[in-house]
């Protein structure tokens, strides 16, 4: 029987924690539930706000009787415990979901299958930089929950995968921004790519004729799905193909924002702090965000000149014998590793592998053709990379572990050379996540 008043946080990472701590100080009775180890911070942080956890298990008649359950974005619908909550229709809501009921910040939300943390940092670092009083939230930053908790922003910056949007119902985006849409976590979605598609779409509920909806013109899966939703935002698209008349376009080398017939900004392309069409799309939707805010034209563009990049994003870590070696373990999709083999120029040895999501290696092959000099193949299961690359690329080498493979590429490549760390996969297969990928390769580059 449910309990009124009763919430359950299913998962105690960040998001879950979070919003425990949130949930506590709105008045709820609050249960934790992990069914793997919880780490001693998280602990640490329940135990200090007097919430009621477990780990190792989920306990069936704690839960199911709770009145709501938050659930943590990685836990998929399949889930046994989830199948018995939306059985028995008892609400199953994100982070997100929640915390945006306790306040009235402005939002600007960031979603795509690439590009999402470039983007939300460097508007967070103009919006910073223009003296706002923002917080970091989503998959970056700390827990959007926890913040509402504890801080009183008046704008949030929040990147949003497609788990966390699947979880939310009325949360509104004053700002949504939708970057693009590939091929991705296609096992979360019945191997089916319209429900990914439509997932990234959840974006733009409830959005009103006031707000504003940001988005790539040269997607032609976000071009081709905009008529069948109801948007009642403000368009405002960004291209490198075409004069956009509201929004903003790259062409000649030029980029120009105008807003409302507007011209707002120019810049040249060569400005930008980061390299490559991808990013010149992600700085495209960053200034358009500034410019519906009013920021100073100035603010806008020393933020795109002096912005850092993202860690394990086409990180350069050294230079050893004229060799260059990049960490780009956030990739962890196809189209991400193709931006990043499009942005490189010169030679190439590629580590490549890990846990394949139903890759389609296809669009990468000409790439490969004419700029990969060898593939490193790192993780348990490599054959789809060598079904795809066997006569386009000469050498393709099989390793076990990190230390091997950048050994391995370190071997094969010679002066000015780059040796590329960019999976195309999830990194589970051999490590917890892309960052302690990227983490043990820096390691072992610094370790020849």
Same mark, same amino acid.
């Given at each position: 029987m449910k309990k009124e008043n009763y919430i359950v946080i299913l998962g105690a990472g960040e998001s879950g924690v979070g919003s425990a701590v949130l949930a506590k100080a709105k008045g709820f009775d609050v249960f934790v539930s992990d069914f793997g180890k919880i780490t001693d911070k998280y602990k640490g942080l329940l135990n200090d706000h007097n919430i009621n956890w477990e780990e190792n298990k989920h306990t069936e008649e704690k839960i199911l009787s709770a009145s709501e359950v938050i659930k943590s974005p990685g836990i998929p619908d399949t889930a046994p415990i989830v199948k018995k909550l939306a059985e028995q229709n008892t609400p199953i809501i994100s982070e997100i979901e929640f915390a945006g009921r306790y306040t009235n910040a402005k939002t600007i939300c960031i979603t795509g299958s690439n590009g999402k943390t470039t983007t939300t940092l460097l508007i967070y670092h103009m919006l910073k930089k223009a003296g706002l009083n923002i917080g970091l939230a989503g998959n970056v930053g700390k827990s959007f929950a926890l913040q509402v908790a504890k801080e009183n922003f008046d704008y949030y910056v929040i990147e949003l995968s497609s788990f966390q949007l699947d979880g939310m119902f009325n949360f509104r985006a004053d700002i949504a921004i939708i970057l693009n849409i590939t091929p991705d976590h296609l096992d979360r979605y019945d191997y089916k790519f319209q429900n990914y598609i439509d997932s990234k779409f959840r974006i733009l509920q409830n959005q009103t004729k006031n707000d504003v909806f940001i988005y790539c013109a040269d997607d032609k899966v976000i071009r081709e799905n905009i008529p069948h939703h109801e948007i009642k935002a403000q368009l405002m698209p960004f291209s490198a193909k075409y004069v956009i008349q509201n929004g903003a376009y790259a062409l000649n080398n030029e980029i120009k924002i105008i807003i409302n017939s507007n011209n707002y900004?120019?810049?040249?392309?060569?400005?930008? /702090?980061?390299?490559?069409?991808?990013? *010149?799309?992600?700085?495209?939707?960053?200034? =358009?965000? $500034?410019? +519906?805010?009013?920021?100073?034209?100035?603010?806008?563009?020393?933020?795109?000149?002096?912005?850092?990049?993202?860690?394990?994003?086409?990180?350069?870590?050294?230079?050893?014998?004229?060799?260059?070696?990049?960490?780009?373990?956030?990739?962890?999709?196809?189209? /991400?590793?193709?931006?990043?083999?499009? *942005?490189?120029?010169?030679?190439?040895?590629? =580590?490549? $592998?890990? +846990?394949?999501?139903?890759?389609?290696?296809?669009?990468?092959?000409e790439l490969a053709r004419n700029k990969v000099k060898a593939i490193v193949c790192l993780g348990e299961d490599v054959k789809k990379i060598h079904e795809a690359f066997e006569g386009i690329v000469n050498d393709i080498i099989d390793t076990k572990t990190m230390k091997e493979a950048v050994k391995t590429a370190y071997y094969l490549g010679s002066k000015d050379d780059n040796i590329l760390l960019s999976p195309a996969c999830a990194s589970f297969d051999l490590f917890d996540n892309y960052e302690q990928r990227g983490r043990q390769f820096k390691l072992a580059v610094r370790s020849l």
């Open positions: 900004i120019t810049m040249s392309i060569f400005d930008l /702090s980061l390299e490559g069409t991808h990013n *010149t799309y992600n700085s495209m939707a960053a200034a =358009i965000t $500034g410019s +519906v805010l009013d920021l100073r034209k100035d603010t806008i563009r020393e933020s795109l000149k002096d912005f850092k990049g993202v860690e394990h994003r086409l990180e350069p870590v050294l230079k050893i014998h004229g060799m260059q070696f990049i960490n780009d373990s956030k990739a962890t999709n196809v189209n /991400s590793t193709w931006f990043a083999l499009e *942005t490189i120029q010169k030679d190439i040895i590629w =580590i490549v $592998g890990g +846990v394949d999501k139903g890759n389609d290696y296809s669009e990468l092959v």
